[in-house]
């Protein structure tokens, strides 16, 4: 079956721009979460969704960060005012259930801030 | 704050050798633990998890890790490695009170020499 997609894969922007990356759960996932992963680094919490609602979003870096989930499948990560230190590996992963359990990834969007 | 340490960065090996990767957290409460690993080019995917029961749990492509409470570990471990386990390998835990947020160790980069 389908897994997790995020897209676009490589995002190019200035510094000061307003990006969107998108991400396509796996169908039927309740919850999604959101990293960051710069390298030589693991991925690091931004947000998670459970559902429609941001359960735990103490994540985000600051108010530049925002994630929406309208209807409780795909998800957009915004962020405003670009900033070079924004530059790193975007991912999204989604899980069947609420409780902890197993992620599945999706590979990522690749942003750089030039 | 929860924080988990993976003590290798690197880690070198001959094929045939075996391997035990360190992962330790920092969390007085009780957790469910995971080895994700990141084949070149691939996504995270789930190697083993822990939740509860028997703290020798096995994983797939003969890998397994052992939960030691007193000690805060989650090592990884396989006693004979193939080139075909080079790869990225990442400690991860959750807690199992208030949201699930995952927390993931920076990572170990395993090079298996064929």
């Known amino acids: 079956g389908a897994g997790v997609s995020q897209t676009p894969s490589n995002k190019v922007t200035e510094k000061g721009k307003y990006v969107e990356l998108r991400c396509d759960p796996i169908?039927?996932?309740?919850?999604l979460y959101w990293y960051r992963q710069s390298l030589g680094q693991g991925p690091e919490f931004l947000i998670y969704?459970?559902?429609?609602?941001?359960?735990?979003d103490s994540g985000l870096p600051n108010d530049r960060f925002f994630a929406v989930r309208p209807e409780g499948s795909v998800s957009t990560l915004k962020i405003q005012r670009t900033e070079r230190g924004d530059s790193a590996v975007y991912l999204c992963?989604?899980?069947?259930?609420?409780?902890?359990?197993?992620?599945?990834f999706g590979p990522g969007t690749r942003l750089t801030v030039l | 704050a929860q924080s988990v340490s993976q003590h290798n960065h690197h880690v070198i090996l001959s094929e045939a050798a075996s391997l035990e990767l360190g992962c330790n957290y920092s969390?007085?409460?009780?957790?469910?633990l995971f080895w994700y690993v990141q084949y070149p080019g691939q996504h995270l995917q789930l190697l083993l998890k822990?939740?509860?029961?028997?703290?020798l749990v096995k994983g797939i492509k003969g890998f397994e890790a052992e939960f030691i409470k007193s000690k805060f570990s989650f090592n990884l471990r396989k006693p004979s490695v193939q080139w075909s386990d080079t790869a990225e390998y990442f400690c991860?835990?959750?807690?199992?009170?208030?949201?699930?947020?995952?927390?993931f160790g920076t990572g170990t980069r395993l090079k298996v020499l064929a």
């Open positions: 992963a989604s899980s069947p259930m609420a409780l902890p359990n197993e992620q599945f």
């Open positions: 169908s039927g996932h309740t919850a």
């Open positions: 969704f459970q559902g429609t609602g941001a359960a735990d």
């Open positions: 969390y007085g409460g009780t957790v469910n």
């Open positions: 822990y939740f509860s029961g028997d703290p």
């Open positions: 991860a835990v959750i807690t199992t009170s208030g949201t699930y947020k995952y927390i």
